[in-house]
């Protein structure tokens, strides 16, 4: 939790792995619970056309290889997720709290559905994987925008689903929320 005086969280732009912050537009994140005292958790750098373009061919290129995961090991690396978000409850309901206005109760059972989500995609893609005369692969890069509304549970399901069934993800978070889909990374 932010309060008037403090300095904001500074969230840069990720494309390829390199956080940027230089020479980008930004936009603060103001606590709506706050908003009278002017408080603002994050200053966020956002991304420019040249950006979107290098997110793209990184996405295409699959620099770290997870297309040529197997799905049993895409399935680990999703459990471990399932794992470390469960860890992040709190720091995800507080994030959700002092950058869109959720109550903690909204944002509780958000946290539960990601966990469920990164638990579940694995399974799921794996069913189809394991069909002896069906063929189930990536089909190349998933594109996950989320709304302001739902900052945990929506982009968490479009994420874990795109990496379960073996694409690489661009993910690009509503403004308001950002601060959510940072921690979520």
């Not at 002092?98 to 539960?112: H, L, P, Q, W």
Request: aromatic content about 6%.
């Amino acid at each position: 939790k932010r309060r008037p005086g403090d300095d904001p969280l500074q969230i840069p732009l990720v494309v390829a792995g390199e956080e940027i912050r230089a020479g980008r537009e930004t936009v603060e994140c103001p606590d709506p619970s706050q908003f009278t005292d002017g408080v603002v958790v994050a200053r966020c750098a956002l991304a420019d056309g040249s950006d979107a373009g290098r997110a793209v061919e990184a996405a295409k290129s699959d620099p770290d290889g997870w297309r040529g995961k197997t799905q049993n090991q895409r399935h680990e690396v999703l459990s471990r997720v399932a794992m470390q978000l469960r860890r992040m409850r709190g720091d995800l309901i507080g994030a959700a709290a002092a950058s869109t206005g959720k109550v903690f109760t909204e944002s509780d059972v958000e946290v539960s559905e990601a966990v469920d989500f990164a638990e579940y995609y694995p399974f799921s893609a794996g069913t189809f994987t394991g069909m002896p005369h069906a063929k189930a692969s990536g089909k190349g890069v998933g594109v996950v925008i989320s709304p302001w509304n739902f900052p945990i549970a929506i982009p968490c399901g479009g994420i874990a689903a795109s990496l379960a069934s073996g694409n690489t993800v661009i993910f690009k978070p509503s403004s308001e929320a950002i601060p959510v889909a940072w921690l979520i990374c």
